[in-house]
């Protein structure tokens, strides 16, 4: 069973209930998850958390850097940004799924909980909101956007 | 570098009703100062102004080889972009640089080297924050009066 970083949403559940208000039927749990893993996903690969508040991930450690500027990490060749990308198992776990008529988001690669919790050797890299956080308003206002372009365009 | 910037900020005009209290004042101009920061972010991300909207010069192929990358995202070592930040002090909102080891890397991006003896003239001008006479894009000013409607209508119910 995977390890699972789940965001249920209640944190958008009020955006999400605004847009179906605002949309009426034209926009689905389908399109409004598809939206939610494109812009997370967009902007975690430029380094930003996707977490309220939290802003940049912080930094590879130093070893880490000198280990990518000695082209020892395979298919990395940056330092920064951090966006969490290796071999992409982490990224590509990144869904949204249905259940009972709510949109939830969720990694299904275990590092993804390791990112989020972080530890001694590891620094804590929200990935998703947890209880009392909620998604950045940016990738609120983004979401409202694409699917406003994507009603017009119907 | 040859010239010295002590902070590079751009003071945040939002049109907010006077009646609002110095408590929710400062509270949605700290949520405005957070969105405006990650939508910089996220715009120099992807190679584009939060000042005009339009996407930077490409950097130079040599300096592609040297960086690992052709994205003109501002991101090097990530210690401009870590630094970029907000303030609120005396009920007004301040977003840029306030560490002047990085508001002068973003100075010289900004003004494309004014002021430098030999690059002046010669460095792209990449716009990351608005002169006093200059306002962020118009993608950015509308997502700050969605915020500040949405502040206000969660006030009344």
């Given at each position: 069973m995977p390890v699972r970083v789940r965001a249920d949403l209640k944190a958008l559940l009020k955006v999400t209930e605004d847009v179906k208000k605002r949309f009426r039927k034209e926009v689905t749990n389908g399109a409004i998850g598809y939206e939610m893993v494109r812009t997370i996903q967009d902007l975690i690969d430029k380094g930003?958390?996707?977490?309220?508040?939290?802003?940049r991930f912080e930094k590879y450690s130093d070893s880490y850097r000198n280990a990518i500027k000695a082209g020892?990490?395979?298919?990395?060749?940056?330092?920064?940004?951090?966006?969490?990308?290796?071999?992409g198992d982490m990224m590509g776990s990144l869904q949204s799924v249905e259940r009972n008529g709510r949109v939830f988001v969720e990694f299904t690669d275990e590092k993804a909980s390791y990112h989020q919790e972080g530890n001694s050797k590891l620094p804590q890299r929200k990935l998703l909101p947890e209880e009392g956080e909620s998604f950045t308003k940016r990738i609120t206002q983004l979401i409202l956007k694409a699917l406003r372009k994507a009603t017009r365009n119907k | 570098m040859a010239f010295s910037v002590d902070e590079l900020t751009k003071k945040v005009s939002v049109d907010i009703?006077?009646?609002?209290?110095a408590r929710e004042r400062k509270e949605l101009l700290e949520e405005i100062g957070e969105y405006i920061k990650i939508t910089m972010l996220d715009m120099i991300g992807d190679g584009?102004?939060?000042?005009?909207?339009q996407e930077w010069r490409q950097l130079s192929k040599d300096y592609s080889k040297f960086k690992g990358?052709?994205?003109?995202?501002?991101?090097?070592?990530g210690d401009m972009l870590d630094s970029l930040d907000y303030e609120v002090s005396k009920g007004e909102l301040y977003v840029g640089w306030f560490d002047s080891d990085q508001a002068v890397k973003a100075y010289g991006h900004t003004t494309g080297m004014?002021?430098?003896?030999?690059?002046d003239g010669v460095a792209p001008k990449r716009k990351l924050l608005p002169t006093d006479k200059e306002k962020f894009t118009a993608e950015i000013r509308s997502g700050v009066e969605e915020i500040v409607r949405e502040f206000l209508d969660a006030r009344e119910s």
């Open positions: 930003i958390s996707p977490v309220d508040g939290e802003g020892r990490v395979e298919g990395k060749k940056t330092v920064s940004p951090v966006d969490m990308y290796v071999t | 009703p006077s009646d609002l209290k584009r102004s939060p000042v005009t909207g990358s052709k994205e003109a995202n501002m991101d090097l070592n004014k002021g430098h003896p030999f690059l």
